[in-house]
């Protein structure tokens, strides 16, 4: 089993900051792919970025602005959000996939952590 624990989100200003992460605890030795979601009111969850290994995926609408990473030492996964936007307005849900046996693949998902984005 694995355990997620999303924190960091908040009330900010379009143009600003906000960092989130995601612990994880439990059986983390075999996950392989990290990641994160959003879900607006009214629209579908929707995948935000990944890593895995060295590579890493954005959606379009938050490339260059948005930067996942992780730190192994400390089993947290990180989403640096810059240049916030409104519609960035979602709850931010955190994504670990464990893959014990070859072939078997397990996802494990955070509580999420709610980003508004207004004035």
């Known amino acids: 089993q694995v355990q997620l624990v999303e924190s960091g989100g908040e009330l900010v200003q379009p143009g600003g900051s906000l960092r989130l992460s995601c612990v994880a605890s439990g059986s983390i030795w075999s996950i392989n792919a990290w990641g994160w979601y959003r879900q607006a009111p009214g629209k579908q969850r929707e995948l935000v970025a990944t890593?895995?290994?060295?590579?890493?995926y954005y959606v379009s609408s938050v490339k260059g602005r948005f930067t996942i990473s992780r730190d192994n030492a400390k089993s947290t996964l990180y989403l640096q959000m810059n240049s916030l936007k409104p519609e960035d307005t979602a709850v931010y849900y955190c994504?670990?996939?464990?893959?014990?046996?070859?072939?078997?693949?397990?996802?494990?998902w955070g509580q999420g952590t709610q980003v508004t984005v207004s004035s």
């Open positions: 994504k670990a996939t464990r893959t014990p046996v070859v072939g078997q693949r397990i996802e494990y």
């Open positions: 890593i895995t290994g060295g590579s890493t």
